[in-house]
């Protein structure tokens, strides 16, 4: 099950960083994209809006005042599931996902993982 971290970050006192490591360390492949430049669990962050594929869920780390301008890339992107981490529940997105067919979980990853209902 491939994951996409949006807001991916270096920086190990963030949540994003957190649930990288949570999810590789629970056997999930992670694809992390954002805006910061650096490495995270060995991959390199990617910066660039290019849809990736085959992603099962993404999970979001960035604000709702910072999420329109991803909104192509995440809907091309066609995730079965984006996960809401708290903090980042945006209903015009959510509304827009699951006019796609996405389905839309407003739930933490970190939560998520520890109890086994990722």
Known sequence: MKTLILG???NPKRYAYLAAHELT??????VPVGVKQGELVGQDIIND???QSDID???MYIGPKHQEEWY???LDSKPKRIVFNPGTE???????????GIEVVE???LVML???IY
């Open 8 to 10: 991916a970050t270096p």
């Open 25 to 30: 360390s629970h056997g999930h492949e992670i």
């Open 49 to 51: 809006k290019r849809p």
């Open 57 to 59: 869920t993404i999970t």
């Open 72 to 74: 192509e890339y995440i």
């Open 90 to 100: 945006n209903p015009e997105l959510m509304e827009m996902a699951e006019e796609k």
């Open 107 to 109: 739930g933490c990853t």
């Open 114 to 116: 520890s109890i086994g």
